[in-house]
């Protein structure tokens, strides 16, 4: 294993343990001055079963060779939640993987009839991602939705050819995204966690690995999130948008993950019948549709992989607003 694989596992499994209280774990404290936050290293060997010298060697990042059944215990001494628990069982997998390192994955390709889905969705905003928050594709709706997104130099990263628009890149690298969420930090937590998450799944990932680097030079806030080592799994929620063109919008959102394309994930945004947001919806649409609205110039990226339809990047090379490290937000 790498030196960088190992601290993620230690560092993982020592944030855990800070966030459970003995009294949490129903273990008497009987006023002890503790010296680390959450749980001593004995404590949670003692409730998984295992020596302290065992939980001490999986803390520091040797999970090779751990039966399913410890890091099960493991994970109930934690208290990890379902994404931390499928985030542990990824560590170990990777973990007991061959050492060579993986190439890098190419471009995903989507699909035609995935295209021609997205194309018929017409009363919802939708787009598909990969794990490493590149939008591959998106319906009408969903390109005007995300039209800052779409329209930012920042979320292209370096000028590649075939370079995807990136969330998590325009999230803390460009400063308008503040106006765009309401809910900023909330976003970004999210954003991170499910960065983390990814991570696990693929951790010999180089574009997910740079975009990393990249984004923990550029962002401190994006590197003291990604230092907390949370993760989570994205399945439905509420997202509030306030939009340059439609106003205030709060909608609903289901994922899909393609079981035929790995790593391809299908958010569709709703809004709630008889609501503000349907009314802003409907007029988004109406505008997205209009021959002058700038989100209906699309483009094909991708280079060789094909097949993903985005609006086009901006043509012209206008001087990036962001320089070093930035701090978008407060």
Avoid at 60 to 68: A, F, K, N
Avoid at 91 to 120: H, I, K
Avoid at 122 to 133: D, K, V
């Amino acid at each position: 294993m790498d030196v960088d694989r190992k601290d993620d596992i230690r560092q993982f499994l020592i944030s855990r343990r800070a966030k459970v209280s003995p009294e949490q774990a129903g273990i008497p404290s009987y006023g002890d001055l503790r010296r680390v936050p959450g749980l001593r290293r004995e404590e949670v060997a003692q409730l998984a079963g295992v020596s302290t010298d065992y939980y001490t060697r999986l803390e520091r990042g040797s999970l090779r060779g751990v039966s399913d059944s410890v890091l099960e215990a493991v994970a109930s001494a934690l208290q990890l939640d379902e994404a931390e628990r499928a985030h542990l069982m990824d560590l170990a997998r990777t973990a007991n993987a061959p050492s060579r390192r993986m190439p890098r994955r190419p471009q995903q390709r989507v699909r035609p009839g995935v295209l021609r889905l997205l194309e018929g969705v017409t009363g919802a905003a939708a787009m598909l991602q990969n794990g490493r928050s590149d939008v591959l594709a998106a319906n009408l709706l969903g390109k005007a939705l995300y039209a800052d997104v779409f329209n930012s130099e920042v979320s292209y990263g370096p000028d590649v050819p075939g370079r995807l628009p990136n969330q998590a890149r325009y999230l803390f690298l460009d400063r308008g995204a503040g106006d765009l969420y309401p809910d900023w930090n909330a976003v970004a937590a999210t954003t991170v966690a499910m960065l983390r998450s990814e991570s696990g799944r693929n951790p010999h990932d180089r574009a997910l690995n740079e975009l990393v680097g990249e984004l923990t030079t550029r962002s401190g806030q994006f590197a003291a999130l990604w230092a907390g080592h949370d993760v989570r799994i994205h399945t439905t929620g509420t997202k509030r948008f306030h939009h340059a063109v439609a106003g205030d919008l709060s909608l609903q959102f289901e994922t899909l993950h393609l079981p035929g394309d790995e790593g391809q994930t299908l958010f569709a945004f709703t809004a709630e019948p008889d609501s503000a947001s349907i009314s802003a919806l409907a007029f988004l649409a109406s505008w997205a549709s209009a021959p002058s609205a700038a989100a209906t110039e699309t483009a094909t990226a991708g280079g060789p992989a094909g097949g993903t339809t985005i609006p086009a990047r901006p043509h012209a090379k206008a001087e990036s607003r962001i320089t070093g490290k930035t701090e978008p937000h407060d």
